[in-house]
Every structure is written in structure tokens, then in C-alpha cells.
């Protein structure tokens, strides 16, 4: 038999080489614009109105780029940023010209969603390295954002608005123009002492010019929020050390529940809070106490047909900030090390997922040096005796050194365990520890971009095979597109606190598309895909489990509309039995048999600018040993600015041939999202699915009384789908409030 450890390990070490002499290689990408910022000594007022005299005296940041629908010209409704700075604050200037006063927004709530409505962002790289930045954003009503950029803003994964921080701003309206004020205090940032100047761009959305522009010049095939192109904002003095107040964010929750199935009822009120004390001007601890999330949104439902976990997003505010130090090592898809959203999650006696009380824990975060970042994570959740659940201390720390420019070596060391002696937990459940290194390569044009990592698990008489590593190499220019990802997971490769959804794989996913940019056309680009997956299993003398050849053709079209079709070849090696459908007493698909389907898709997506607007993607062909008909669509609807209607919808028809089961899936998620003012906010959120026997109702009230301080009044209530019998119900009443002392 192949000695597969082996050949895995010196493949890996090949390509960090590789990855290694690539960064030599490229060149650095060079700053075209700067302005200078002014210090100031005269407060400014936040009222959207830039009628201070010192505001003539400010330089500017003009002359933006156009993004779409070309990249070779600049922007024809041009904007202007100016920004001044005292000991405090650093205020922030706009004037946006448009072609009227027709604006698109989705509605008056904070952390609005960008791509589809009139706004403008402001990211700053505080470190100048290229790979963070904190991201504000306004719209034209006033309504504001805030965010963080990580992983150089190479994807989606490195950019959340869930972070929140205080600082104030808003905009007037006029004839062929809006103007707008922020005032952003120095401590809402994270920077080196005694710095000069900040890395810096600005990207804007206008619908009714259907055009998106930035300050500085970014081609089309990166990201519009890439950290790639940036200019830099000239401070007229260093900036000095800053004291950040002590946040304290108390809260009382009062709530009561019934669970309808056991018949139980309770009413409770908690207490407890978060403290965020700021260390330096680049080091942050956050400390709960009882921490209650109560609040967060529920998740969004999803139809899984696989055999596999589905990763949800992290909601909770506590994980948020810098939560690319912690979470971005290993592979996303099939090999991360550590996902938060673990922690708080448990399994009870019938295997069904619970909320896992967490005690309390602290949460160290932030830049030690200019080059270097360390991150510590420690948690303490409850036992649970009635349920057979473990307290366990969850531990993790993680340091990230920036090499070679915007490239980085990461450290991480992960620690699970219980500290008691539980009569249900078995031995090798008493502690799980994980170690690793990862090599990640963002080269300073972002033409490639890579990652390398060896991970090792330990536990109670755990197996040999307890690596897991990967390497990933992707190649991004105007016409041509690959990348090469490889992943090897061990049969005996674990983390409890990760994402891992199999192991015993050795894995290859390779992509390549070309791309075509066509002028005058109604399309702004099209492209055709190649995107095949191999699948191997090492213990079974690296049988063949899986592959996936897909191909695509995706546009783009000068209306923001886009088409797509993709094509499917798939093979699934069962080494179990497999029920796909679901169902109670169904009849499962052998294993220890391989399975050939093929599908095609057909996906269009209207102009999202449109206050009505949808998406709709029908799927036909083979599954398994049967076949199916899928169809994916939404549609949104806004009565601008104060209602936003959406509806999601997820249809699959399963055949099975006999004595197999067939099934019609059902997953229909309606949602309204009311915003009466910039302060108070109603949404609530139906989800029936009939996979999960589930017709959920979520409704959550939300008054901000004071900045970022709130009273929620939450309602859930659940019923099984067949019967239509109550399942599960309960209403919260609470209350945080964030203080700076």
C-alpha cells in the first residue's frame, strides 16, 4: 500500500517551495494618489452639511475610476472625499454627484447590504500591510455601516459587517448631488504609534448612472473592496497614543419558553455583559460574562441533499472582531481547524443540536508588532447532566508573522477539554488538541494568491493518520483564471472545535476559466469554466470515491442581469447506506456501490437596482440511482425606504426506482423587514420546511434608544409541518446597553 502520509507531506513541502519563490518573484504594486489629512484644532458637527469653513481648507481624494461596466475610464458622476483629524476624531468630508434624486436603498437600517443600492464605503489598511482594513460605509439617507476587510479582501470569507463600533455621520440631499459627514474616533480604529500614514480607497455604488467606481484604478477580475490597490492618506503629524475608553455592555434578558414535546415550560432572567478593554493603540480584550445571544438572527434554513454538515456563518458580535486571525487556517471547505460557531453547540441524548450554555471567557485580539498578530480565545461552557453534555474549557491561541510583503505564517494551538470526570463521556471525548502551521501567499499585484498548511490532531488513543494539510494555488488576470487545490484529511485527523465535514480524503479541485470582455455588447463579460473535483480514499488503497466534472458558461450583462449555465458529471462511491430523501422508514441506497448522475443547471439573476427584482435556477438530470428536478429561486420587493419584502424558495423532487423512496422537498422562506426610522426596526421571518418537519416563525422588534445600545423584544415559534401541532415556542425581552467609561 501507497505510504500516503509520505506522499502527502513532501507534495505539500514542494508546493510551499513553490509558493516561496513566487513571492520573490512579483513585483510590488506601487501608490499612484495620496492627499495629505490636516490637523485641526475646531470640532466638527455630523449633520451632513459641510458648511464649516475648515472644510475649504481640506484635501481631497478625487478623480475616481469607473469599476463597471468599464474599468479604462473615469467615473462620469464624480466624487470627493476630504478629511481632517484633532486628538479625537478624524472627520471625514464627502460630496457624491449623481443624475438625480431617484436613489436605491434596501431601507433605514444599519449594516445595509451594498451591492444593490446608492452608497459609498471608505476602507482603511491602519497597518499598511495590505491584508486588514476597517471598512465605513453611507448612503444618501444617512444610513451607516461598518466592517472589516481580511485575507487581503481576496473573497467573500475576509469581509463582514457584523462588527460594530460608535462613531456618528449623515448626508443631505440635493439637486444633482448628496453630500455627507462622518466623525470617526481615533480609537475606533487599531494602529502603530507614531504613524504617518494610512493605506486607503474609497468604492461607490450609483444606480442611476449604473456605474461603480472607485478612487483608486481596480481592474475588473478583483475584488471591488481588495486591499490590493490603495492610495495613501499623508497624516500633517504622527499620530499619537490614544487612550480607548473601557466599553461595558451589560444586558438583562427576561424570557420564557415551552417545549411542547416534553411538555415543559420555564421563565428565567439572565444577567450579564461584555467588557472590551483596549490595550495599546493595536491590542483589544473582549471579556464576557453569561453571554446571551438571544438577539443574533435566526439562520437561514438550508436543503441538504448530501451526506455531509452544512457550515453556517457566525452572527455573534463576541467573534467577530479579527476573526480571520482564528478562523481563516486550513482549508474553509473541507479542513478548518477552528469555527466558532462550534463553541456553545452540543449534542443531546437524541442527537439533536442545543444550545450549550457558555459560562464566561475572554477573547485577546490585535498587532503585537507592525508584522506580527496574536490572538487568544478562551471559553468555559456548562454541563448539562440531564442531557449528557460535558463543561469543557475551549482554548486557542494563534499568531500570524507577515512575511514577504502581504504574504503571512501562521501558528495555532487548540485546546478542548473537560476538566471533570463524567460517567457518560468516553475517554477518548475528554480532551481533543490540535496544532498547525499555515503558509499564506497574497502577492503585492494580486495576480496569484496561495495557501499551505500542516495541521495535527491529538487525542486519547487516537490512530496514526492525524494529519491534515493542503495546498492551494490560484492565478487571477483580466482573461485567464486557474487555481489548484489539494487536501489530504486522515482517517484519524480530528477537531472539535473545527469544520471538518469527512476525513480519509485526498482531495484535488482544479479550476480554469477564461474570461471575455466584448465591446460594444450587450454583455460586460462572459466567461467558460472548467472546474473538475477528485476525490480518493487513502485507507481503502486510494480508491476512487468521488468526482465532479463541471463545467459553466457565466455573463454578465451592462444591466447588472447575469446568466449562467452549468454542467454536471458526478460519481458517489457509497461506503454506507443512504437515504437522500429523508424520509421515516425509507429504504436507503446500498453502499459498498458507486453511483453515476449527471445534472444541468440554468441560473438568471435580474438587476438587483430594481425595487422589484428576483433570481431563479432550474436543475434537471440524474441523482444516485434515480433522478431530479430542482428549482432555486428569490424574489425581492422594496417600498422604499421603510419596507423590504423578500421570498426564498427551494423546490426538489427525489425519484427513486423501487423499493427506493421518492419525496417532493419543500423549503419556503418568506421575509419582512419594516424600518419605521434609523432606530427602530421590525423584521420577522417565516421559514417551512418539510425535510426538517418545520414551520418556523421568527419576529424580532428592535429599538435602538442610545448608539449601539438596544431593546429587543424576540418571538420564535415552531410547529411540526404534518400535523401542524406546536413544537416549540418562546419570547425574549432584552435589554444591552454599551457605556464608555
Not at 492627499?35 to 485641526?40: G, R, S, Y
Not at 476573526?323 to 453547540?345: E, V
Not at 443512504?578 to 458507486?594: E, H, R, S, V, Y
Request: overall charge negative; aromatic content about 16%; proline content about 3%.
Amino acid at each position: 500500500m501507497v505510504d500516503y502520509q509520505t506522499f502527502t507531506i513532501m507534495t505539500k513541502y514542494l508546493s510551499t517551495l513553490v509558493l516561496i519563490l513566487l513571492c520573490f518573484s512579483l513585483n510590488a504594486q506601487t501608490n499612484e494618489k495620496s492627499f495629505v489629512v490636516k490637523q485641526i484644532t475646531t470640532e466638527i458637527t455630523p449633520d451632513g452639511i459641510l458648511d464649516e469653513p475648515i472644510w475649504t481648507k481640506a484635501d481631497k481624494a478625487d478623480e475616481f475610476w469607473q469599476y463597471f461596466p468599464l474599468d479604462t475610464i473615469q467615473s462620469k458622476k464624480q466624487s470627493e472625499i476630504k478629511m481632517l483629524y484633532d486628538d479625537k476624531n478624524l472627520y471625514v468630508g464627502i460630496t457624491i454627484k449623481t443624475a438625480g434624486q431617484d436613489y436605491s436603498i434596501q431601507s433605514l437600517k444599519r449594516d445595509f447590504r451594498a451591492g444593490n443600492s446608492d452608497n459609498i464605503t471608505l476602507l482603511f489598511d491602519t497597518f499598511n500591510d495590505g491584508n486588514n482594513a476597517f471598512l465605513f460605509g453611507i448612503n444618501p439617507y444617512g444610513v451607516r455601516r461598518e466592517g472589516l476587510v481580511s485575507g487581503g479582501g481576496l473573497n467573500l470569507n475576509g469581509f463582514t459587517i457584523s462588527w460594530d463600533v460608535k462613531w456618528r455621520g449623515d448626508s443631505k440631499i440635493y439637486d444633482g448631488y448628496y453630500t455627507a459627514e462622518m466623525v470617526i474616533p481615533l480609537t475606533a480604529f487599531k494602529f502603530k504609534e507614531g504613524e504617518t500614514k494610512w493605506r486607503f480607497n474609497s468604492y461607490r455604488f450609483d444606480t442611476q448612472s449604473n456605474e461603480n467606481s472607485t478612487w483608486m484604478n481596480i481592474p475588473q477580475n478583483q475584488n471591488i473592496y481588495g486591499l490590493t490597490f490603495m492610495g495613501d492618506m499623508i497624516f500633517e503629524k504622527p499620530l499619537g497614543k490614544y487612550r480607548t475608553p473601557l466599553t461595558v455592555i451589560p444586558y438583562v434578558n427576561m424570557g420564557s419558553e415551552k417545549d411542547f414535546e416534553l411538555n415543559a415550560s420555564d421563565t428565567k432572567i439572565n444577567v450579564g455583559g461584555d467588557a472590551k478593554i483596549a490595550i495599546g493603540n493595536s491590542m483589544n480584550l473582549d471579556v464576557t460574562v453569561n453571554p446571551d445571544f438571544s438577539q443574533v438572527e435566526v439562520d437561514n434554513q438550508i436543503t441538504n441533499l448530501t451526506r455531509f454538515e452544512v457550515s453556517l456563518p457566525e452572527k455573534r458580535q463576541f467573534f467577530i472582531d479579527n476573526s480571520d486571525l482564528f478562523g481563516s487556517f486550513g482549508g474553509g471547505r473541507d479542513a478548518n481547524p477552528f469555527f466558532s460557531r462550534r463553541i456553545g453547540i452540543a449534542k443531546d441524548t437524541a442527537d439533536n443540536t442545543i444550545e450549550n450554555k457558555i459560562i464566561g471567557g475572554v477573547r485577546l485580539s490585535g498587532k503585537v508588532t507592525k508584522e506580527l498578530r496574536l490572538g487568544f480565545l478562551n471559553l468555559q461552557t456548562a454541563e448539562d447532566l440531564d442531557e449528557n453534555i460535558a463543561s469543557n474549557n475551549n482554548t486557542m491561541l494563534a499568531l500570524q508573522q507577515n512575511v514577504f510583503g502581504r504574504s503571512n505564517i501562521g501558528m495555532f494551538f487548540i485546546n478542548r477539554q473537560t476538566f471533570k470526570d463524567y460517567d457518560f463521556q468516553d475517554d477518548e471525548d475528554r480532551y481533543n488538541r490540535v496544532a498547525g502551521i499555515d503558509y499564506n501567499l497574497i502577492s503585492n499585484n494580486n495576480v496569484w494568491n496561495g495557501k499551505f498548511y500542516l495541521h495535527k490532531s491529538f487525542a486519547h488513543n487516537a490512530g496514526k493518520a492525524n494529519l491534515s494539510s493542503g495546498a492551494f494555488m490560484q492565478y487571477n488576470s483580466r482573461k485567464w483564471n486557474f487555481f489548484e487545490d489539494m487536501v489530504y484529511i486522515g482517517e484519524d485527523f480530528r477537531s472539535d472545535l473545527g469544520f471538518v465535514r469527512r476525513t480519509d480524503i485526498f482531495k484535488t479541485a482544479t479550476m480554469v476559466e477564461r474570461v471575455f470582455w466584448p465591446e460594444n455588447s450587450a454583455l460586460q463579460s462572459h466567461s467558460f469554466q472548467f472546474f473538475p473535483v477528485l476525490t480518493w480514499s487513502p485507507e481503502n488503497d486510494f480508491l476512487h470515491t468521488d468526482y465532479d466534472l463541471n463545467g459553466a458558461w457565466e455573463s454578465k450583462f451592462n444591466d447588472q442581469s447575469e446568466i449562467n449555465v452549468s454542467y454536471s458529471h458526478s460519481y458517489t462511491y457509497l461506503f454506507d447506506d443512504f437515504d437522500p430523501t429523508g424520509l421515516d422508514d425509507a429504504t436507503p441506497l446500498p453502499g459498498m456501490l458507486g453511483y453515476h448522475y449527471n445534472f444541468v443547471s440554468l441560473e438568471y439573476q435580474s438587476d438587483s437596482r430594481k425595487r422589484f427584482a428576483y433570481s431563479i435556477e432550474p436543475t434537471m438530470g440524474s441523482f444516485f440511482n434515480g433522478d431530479r428536478f430542482s428549482v432555486e429561486a428569490e424574489m425581492y420587493l422594496r417600498f422604499q425606504p421603510k419596507v423590504y419584502l423578500s421570498l426564498a424558495m427551494n423546490y426538489d423532487k427525489i425519484s427513486l426506482p423501487e423499493p427506493y423512496s421518492s419525496v417532493d422537498i419543500w423549503l419556503i422562506s418568506p421575509k419582512i423587514d419594516v424600518t419605521f426610522s434609523k432606530s427602530m426596526f421590525w423584521s420577522t421571518l417565516v421559514q417551512y420546511s418539510n425535510q426538517r418537519d418545520n414551520l418556523g416563525f421568527n419576529s424580532r422588534l428592535q429599538w435602538r434608544f442610545a448608539p449601539l445600545s438596544d431593546l429587543f423584544i424576540v418571538y420564535n415559534d415552531n410547529y411540526f409541518v404534518n400535523s401542524f401541532e406546536p413544537k416549540y415556542r418562546s419570547i425574549n425581552l432584552k435589554l444591552t446597553y454599551w457605556l464608555n467609561i
